[in-house]
């Protein structure tokens, strides 16, 4: 317990999550989630998460060239917007620690290259995440029907993920033009089976949501499972007890039985 909370004590404040962040279009989610499950918060206030709380969650981001990905996370990780940026090659990493439900959690986002000729590098690197970002440009209409492949790519190697569509660039365009891309968008977003979200990296609209949302989805996935395994484990363990103390009472039955007929 006391390594526990030496471990939320260095989590920052602006990560710690109580709440369950909701999505950010009611249309544009496969998750209907809008809460933590009643059997996590149980867990959670009880202790009783386990090794999820030492896990470290997975997340890769991938898209096309120049559709701002290390923007994001540069936005999130160091709240800095660099218009100058320099193009990622093969993979970047930032690991950022939350404190979930009381539960240390640490995120490590797997920012990928989009030049093709970085693809068989990164692809490696997409292998066990839980969650998959797919950007791509608001701005830019080719990157979105890029996003089929990404998505394919990422998911052939990914552990069952949670899995967002994500438009970048939202402040470039006027709020009649972006509710026109956003139709598109969400029919993309159904069609991958993944949550869309739009954000910008120079104003930071709905980037910390976006990921305190990602975080919090993957965390109540982890530990439900988690949970299950527990519960199954507990009743297999059970039913060997009760069959060895069924045959433990007919062998003593049965050394009765042979006492009384000698």
């Not at 660099?82 to 240390?104: C, N, Q, W």
């Not at 701005?139 to 990404?150: A, G, K, M, V």
Request: aromatic share 10%; net charge positive; glycine share 4%.
């Amino acid at each position: 317990m006391s390594s526990v909370r030496t471990v939320i004590s260095s989590v920052a404040s602006d990560r710690v999550i109580t709440k369950f962040t909701p999505a950010f279009h009611a249309d544009g989610t496969p998750y209907s989630k809008v809460n933590f499950h009643p059997k996590v918060k149980t867990a959670c206030s009880e202790n009783r998460t386990g090794r999820v709380g030492l896990k470290i969650t997975k997340a890769v981001l991938l898209g096309d060239v120049a559709v701002g990905k290390t923007c994001l996370v540069n936005r999130f990780c160091h709240d800095v917007f660099d218009r100058d940026y320099k193009a990622t090659i093969g993979v970047d990493f930032e690991v950022e620690k939350f404190s979930i439900l009381s539960i240390p959690i640490t995120l490590q986002i797997w920012d990928t290259a989009g030049q093709e000729r970085f693809k068989c590098i990164a692809a490696s690197y997409y292998r066990g995440a839980q969650i998959v970002i797919v950007a791509f440009d608001l701005t830019n209409e080719e990157s979105l029907h890029h996003t089929d492949q990404w998505m394919e790519e990422a998911c052939a190697s990914a552990d069952q993920p949670v899995k967002f569509l994500l438009g970048t660039k939202k402040d470039l365009l006027s709020p009649s033009s972006y509710a026109d891309v956003e139709v598109r968008a969400l029919k993309q977003a159904k069609k991958l089976q993944a949550e869309f979200w739009a954000t910008s990296s120079k104003s930071g609209e709905n980037v910390t949501d976006f990921f305190f949302r990602a975080i919090c989805l993957s965390f109540d996935d982890t530990l439900l499972k988690e949970l299950e395994v527990d519960t199954v484990a507990s009743k297999q363990i059970g039913t060997i007890k009760v069959q060895k103390s069924s045959s433990d009472l007919y062998e003593k039955k049965k050394s009765n039985q042979l006492k009384c007929c000698s």
